[in-house]
């Protein structure tokens, strides 16, 4: 098959005299795989042979697809920008049909929807202050809403669905016994466990009851049961009212004059607040069974110095203070949480978007909210 | 064509929707009548179901209003939408029923909403309306456990539970196998003729469109409203507009030809 004035090579053969027509024979399997390699050849040739004029032979490819195509259509584009007149011979018919398939404008056609670009700070500043501002509205508006529904809930139990509102306990407190309370014994026992290093060298072995007890209750208590809470709840509260969305079931409530609100938000808020606060305490005792146990195996207290200890500085009100934070802060994340469900729009990917806010949020409301009961509880109580 | 001679039980009244700076449909009126089957067709993103949500009260018009006999839904009062919704029945594309509760209990939801039946007769409606889709035994199945065509039915009892005398429709066949399109379609006509309820149904399913509908509304995405409406059958014989002529026969769009033949 060697043709005089022929180059060898498997691919793309070139015939011709150099700043003249030359001639290219491509054979073989020009698909995706391999494209780079005859474009490769092909731009050595091109190169060594500068040429008036290109013709491309394709008499003996083998297969093509359409990214074949479309390499044979740029490689008559830049004969085209460069002045080189240009042809192809021997097209055979599957070759032209793929050929066809191939719509040049669609190559140069711009963006019907401009690329957005992330570049300057302070315009990622001004939208992220928007998006903030646009959220603080709705979540204003939703503690609107969920205010009203509550009303209403309270002027009409009936309206209430109170065997969601239990399956809601089950599920949020039952369910997150366990748990909790291992964290809140590991969570006394390591309090007890670190301050009892320091207060035994003064000899005050007895104030670490003292300390364990005020410790929990007063912020650890609260603070640990909303966060699992939120945790465990939060995102699936969030997760089932965003699928929800997502699968129209919600307009579907509305469509039957179901408020939402009403229907699903609030049975999850009234059973965070049932369930919180005896979580609450739960931890509390855990907590302080936790020190208990560091107390008599460390500490040679006896059970009854300890106890005697912790109820002697542990006040009513700082139980009521552990109670009215509990509430607040399940009133916090279950709000949050249906807010955040009840804001999806799209599809999956939003509803996780949607879990993992209700749960940063929840925790960030939680410890904002705590800032604010420890300089409030501070002038109330003295 | 049979258009009853009675007052529109809808009315749409120069509805403008807008998303952020995209306008979907601009100035549409329409009108719907009592019994009839009133079936929007368009290719997708022409607006159908915007349409279609607007009319049951989903959406709010940005301009315009849409009244549902004779109620503004946007515009009404608590006890007015209230009563309208008894009056509206949906079924939305996913079936949407509530995946959390059997069959019997996404059927029960209206009925025990806003009637005061005993139990027991909420149990017998709940049995009558599984029977008129074909489903009945399957009171204690869980959604999940259903097949696509099964949920497209149960989401149809749910939305007759209160007898509604307006059907509302969004893509009923889609994801159905022709057989079971076909039976729903059946279905829908059989609820119409006996019930005498109005439907109006979103589609692009041209067998569906043809057999079911009475009158056909087409919504164009360039043109953001109605482009042509009566008679299916009359359409596709008579009309002469290139986007009806493509749709009905299931032609594809004219621009890509050209395109075809370059090389």
Redesign the interface.
């Known amino acids: 098959m060697a043709e005089p004035g022929e180059r060898k090579n498997d691919l793309v053969r070139a015939r011709g005299e150099k700043g003249g027509t030359v001639k290219l024979f491509l054979s073989g399997r020009i698909a995706l795989d391999s494209i780079s390699l005859y474009m490769e050849e092909i731009r050595k040739r091109l190169t060594d042979l500068t040429p008036k004029e290109l013709i491309i032979d394709l008499a003996n490819i083998e297969y093509l697809d359409s990214s074949g195509a479309l390499l044979l259509l740029e490689l008559e584009g830049r004969a085209k920008a460069e002045a080189i007149a240009f042809s192809f011979d021997n097209m055979p018919d599957e070759v ?1 049909h793929i ?2 398939l191939i ?3 669609a190559l140069t056609t711009p963006s019907v929807k401009t690329q957005k670009k992330r570049e300057y700070l302070l315009e990622e500043i001004g939208e992220a202050s928007f998006a903030l501002y646009k959220d603080t509205i709705r979540i204003l508006i939703f503690i609107g809403e969920i205010l009203d529904a509550l009303f209403h809930a309270i002027w009409n139990p009936r309206l209430v669905r109170w065997d969601d509102v239990l399956f809601y306990v089950k599920r949020s407190g039952v369910d997150g016994l366990p748990i909790l309370s291992l964290l809140s014994l590991l969570m006394g026992l390591i309090i007890a466990f670190m301050s009892s290093l320091q207060l035994k060298q003064f000899g005050a072995n007895i104030y670490v009851a003292s300390l364990v007890g005020i410790a929990i209750i007063r912020e650890l208590g609260p603070m640990m049961t909303a966060i699992i809470v939120a945790g465990r709840s939060g995102s699936a509260f969030a997760a089932e009212i965003g ?2 969305k997502v ?3 919600v ?2 409530l ?5 408020d939402p609100t009403q229907f699903l938000a609030v049975p999850k808020v009234l059973a965070a607040i049932i369930v919180v606060p005896v979580l609450t305490l739960y931890a509390d005792f855990f907590g302080i069974a936790g020190g208990l146990l560091v107390g008599i195996t460390g500490l040679d207290l006896t059970i009854h110095t300890y106890i005697q200890q912790t109820v002697k500085s542990v006040t009513l009100f700082d139980f009521l203070t552990s109670l009215i934070k509990s509430v607040v802060f399940a009133a916090l994340i279950s709000g949050i949480s249906c807010q955040r469900g009840l804001q999806v729009r799209g599809g999956a990917e939003a509803v996780g978007t949607a879990t993992t806010s209700a749960v940063v949020s929840s925790i960030f409301l939680i410890i904002v909210a705590d800032s604010a009961f420890a300089i409030m509880f501070y002038y109330v109580q003295w | 064509m049979v258009i009853p001679e009675q007052n529109p039980i809808i009315i749409v009244e120069g509805l403008t929707a807008r998303f952020g700076d995209d306008t979907v449909l601009e100035e549409v009126n329409l009108e719907v009548f009592p019994g009839e089957i009133l079936v929007i067709i368009g290719e997708s993103g022409s607006g159908k179901t915007v349409l279609m ?1 607007h009319m ?3 959406f709010k018009p940005c301009e315009g209003r849409v009244l549902v006999k004779g109620i503004d839904l946007a515009r009404a009062s608590d006890e007015e ?2 009563r309208l ?2 009056e ?3 079924l ?3 079936g ?4 959390s509760m059997t069959l019997a209990e996404n059927i029960e ?2 009925i025990s ?2 009637t005061q039946l005993s139990p027991e007769m909420i149990d017998q409606v709940v049995r009558m309306k599984l029977g008129m889709v074909n489903l009945s035994g399957y009171e204690h199945h869980m959604p999940a456990e259903l097949s696509g065509g099964m949920k497209k039915r149960a989401a149809l009892a749910r939305a007759m539970a209160l007898d509604p005398s307006i059907l509302f429709f969004d893509e009923p066949s889609s994801g159905l196998d022709p057989v079971t399109a076909a039976g729903l379609d059946f279905l829908i006509k059989e609820i119409n003729r006996t019930l005498g309820t109005t439907m109006v149904i979103v589609t692009h399913e041209l067998a569906s469109i043809m057999n079911i509908a009475q009158r056909v509304i087409m919504l164009d995405k360039n043109a953001r409203g109605i482009i042509a409406e009566g008679d299916p059958h009359e359409l596709k014989e008579r009309s002469r507009d290139p986007r009806v002529i493509a749709f009905f026969n299931r032609q594809p769009p004219k621009t890509r030809e050209g ?5």
């Open positions: 032209h050929m066809g719509n040049p404008e699928t929800m699968n129209e079931e307009d579907a509305v469509t039957m004059g179901f | 949500k049951i009260g989903l939408r209230h919704r008894l509206i029945g949906v939305f594309q996913s949407a029923l509530f995946g939801l209206p909403e806003y395109e075809m033949h370059h090389v």
